[in-house]
């Protein structure tokens, strides 16, 4: 199954971009009145006929759409704060995406080694990832913020969690445990050296609940992606 990604979209007419074109035109040889599937980034399949084709821009008409295309049945926003080799953060995006996530948000702690990601980058490697495992909805990556702001930004009605490694927790499958699939889940995965000590006490008094990924020492990537599974396979049965 071949999917492009519409950059606009207006009512029964939809865009792709220079780089989508080419890959269309260039690469799957599509032409003018070719049926093409197309997904919106925020959920929809759109079946559409391909109808013009310029040199950085094509266009189709919109025949049929399918809401919910490739959807997962909870919201999940993930915030973590991000590798010092950067590959393996992008590793994350990219298998997060894959298997379901809704706001992948970059978090600077106060252990964080490294300061800068490139937010578009990001978001370009979900966007293939999110068409390669057939899903219409891109998640979010905002820019990134500082760990204690994010805590001060987290609705007040989500399951927040944020996983550590020392301290009272519980596992993280007993908090996901009996959690409605329509309300939002929110976990935290720190940076190499794990939250500083004022980070847990200050999501302790936001109402975040410390969890534990279990006995093994986990890089921070793998520790992310463990919590996507963990909610993908709670909620997946």
């Given at each position: 199954?071949?999917?492009?990604?519409?950059?606009?979209?207006?009512?029964?007419?939809?865009?792709?971009?220079?780089?989508?074109?080419?890959?269309?035109?260039?690469?799957?040889?599509?032409?003018?009145?070719?049926?093409?599937?197309?997904?919106?980034?925020?959920?929809?399949?759109?079946?559409?006929?391909?109808?013009?084709?310029?040199?950085?821009?094509?266009?189709?008409?919109?025949?049929?759409?399918?809401?919910?295309?490739?959807?997962?049945?909870?919201?999940?926003?993930?915030?973590?704060?991000?590798?010092?080799?950067?590959?393996?953060?992008?590793?994350?995006?990219?298998?997060?995406?894959?298997?379901?996530?809704?706001?992948?948000?970059?978090?600077?702690?106060?252990?964080?080694?490294?300061?800068?990601?490139?937010?578009?980058?990001?978001?370009?490697?979900?966007?293939?990832?999110?068409?390669?495992?057939?899903?219409?909805?891109?998640?979010?990556?905002?820019?990134?913020?500082?760990?204690?702001?994010?805590?001060?930004?987290?609705?007040?009605?989500?399951?927040?969690?944020?996983?550590?490694?020392?301290?009272?927790?519980?596992?993280l499958t007993q908090a996901l445990a009996g959690a409605a699939a329509d309300r939002e889940i929110i976990i935290l995965i720190g940076p190499e050296g794990?939250?500083?000590?004022?980070?847990?006490?200050?999501?302790?008094?936001?109402?975040?609940?410390?969890?534990?990924?279990?006995?093994?020492?986990?890089?921070?990537?793998?520790?992310?992606?463990?919590?996507?599974?963990?909610?993908?396979?709670?909620?997946?049965?």
């Open positions: 199954m071949e999917i492009f990604h519409a950059y606009r979209v207006e009512g029964d007419r939809v865009f792709l971009d220079a780089g989508e074109t080419a890959h269309c035109v260039r690469v799957k040889r599509h032409r003018e009145g070719d049926a093409v599937e197309v997904i919106d980034g925020s959920g929809d399949l759109l079946r559409c006929r391909l109808d013009s084709v310029g040199p950085g821009e094509a266009s189709a008409t919109v025949l049929s759409r399918e809401a919910g295309f490739g959807a997962h049945p909870y919201r999940l926003t993930v915030g973590v704060c991000p590798t010092k080799n950067a590959d393996r953060y992008e590793w994350f995006v990219e298998k997060a995406t894959e298997i379901g996530v809704d706001v992948l948000a970059t978090l600077f702690a106060d252990r964080s080694e490294r300061r800068v990601m490139k937010g578009e980058r990001l978001r370009k490697l979900a966007l293939s990832a999110a068409k390669q495992s057939l899903k219409g909805a891109i998640p979010s990556i905002p820019e990134p913020v500082t760990v204690k702001d994010f805590i001060r930004s987290a609705s007040s009605g989500a399951l927040k969690l944020i996983a550590c490694c020392y301290g009272d927790r519980i596992p794990d939250f500083s000590p004022q980070e847990l006490k200050m999501a302790d008094e936001a109402g975040f609940v410390a969890v534990s990924l279990g006995d093994s020492r986990l890089r921070t990537e793998t520790a992310a992606l463990a919590s996507v599974c963990a909610v993908y396979f709670n909620f997946c049965k």
